[in-house]
């Protein structure tokens, strides 16, 4: 047998490989206010929009310091980053100890995603779904471009927590959004910049309703209500009309997602409760 070939498993035999992602955010997550990480920093992927809002506060709650990354890509409904600024200073007036442990901010401009893709989110075609089962605002492996530009920023920063709100129980079919993608991308990044990046992804096995329960756990009706108005999910970047749930055109799917979340959620019943 010629030498090992992974100069990691070689030069640092006890590393592991594969962090268990799923039990971690599964104990973490009924654990509930764990201080586990209360002397670490996390950069959490901060699109403004409800899930990644949620994982926000879910940051703030767990780490000494959060960082937050965002990305324009030429996304036609660039109003969802203008959320991000109305919901962090949000969270900072709602809990002084978010407000000491909220850190720098990044947004990193990404608009060859946009050059590579054809779909309902960066042009101006209707949203419908494709003959392979997946609508036509999937923009192909995206999380996983905005995950590993996410290590890359980690890396130079010292960070090791990376926090995103993918999530496998209520979405659109996005295979970059599963489990096992998430997994296998850790692996990839740990072995290919030498670190060991911990990819956390506290909404994986949540439902909509379930993510609306858990920013009341964290921060209470205010977070419920800050993310309620100032978050943005819906495809059309529709901003004009309000519902109970927040604002949107209440007709693309991931308006119908939040909306019956909310009704869930409003109504007091869960998958998980
Ligand atoms: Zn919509």
Request: glycine share 10%; with cysteine; hydrophobic share 40%.
């Amino acid at each position: 047998m010629p030498q090992d070939a992974r100069p990691s498993q070689r030069n640092e035999p006890n590393r592991p490989l594969f962090p268990p992602i799923g039990l971690w955010v599964d104990e973490c997550y009924c654990h509930g206010m764990s201080d586990q990480f209360q002397s670490e920093t996390a950069l959490v992927l901060f699109s403004g929009g409800q899930d990644s809002a949620t994982c926000l506060a879910w940051a703030l709650q767990r780490f000494a310091r959060v960082e937050m990354l965002g990305f324009n890509y030429g996304q036609r409904h660039a109003i969802e980053l203008e959320c991000r600024d109305r919901l962090l200073d949000g969270m900072k007036s709602l809990r002084a100890d978010w407000a000491a442990r909220a850190g720098e901010s990044h947004t990193l401009d990404i608009p060859t995603l946009a050059e590579i893709s054809d779909t309902a989110l960066t042009r101006d075609v209707a949203i419908a779904m494709g003959e392979d089962g997946l609508p036509n605002t999937f923009v192909p492996g995206r999380n996983l471009v905005f995950l590993t530009f996410a290590a890359a920023l980690a890396y130079r920063r010292g960070i090791t927590h990376i926090i995103g709100g993918m999530c496998e129980t209520d979405y659109s079919g996005y295979p970059d959004c599963r489990d096992e993608s998430i997994r296998a991308l850790q692996i990839a990044l740990n072995l290919g910049m030498n670190k060991q990046f911990e990819l956390h992804t506290p909404l994986m096995w949540l439902d909509k309703a379930s993510t609306w329960r858990l920013a009341n756990e964290l921060g209470g009706a205010g977070l419920v209500d800050l993310i309620r108005e100032h978050s943005h999910t819906c495809y059309l970047g529709e901003r004009g009309a309000r519902h109970d749930w927040g604002y949107g055109c209440g007709e693309c799917p991931a308006c119908a997602l939040r909306a019956r979340g909310w009704r869930e959620y409003a109504a007091g019943g869960s998958a998980s409760s």
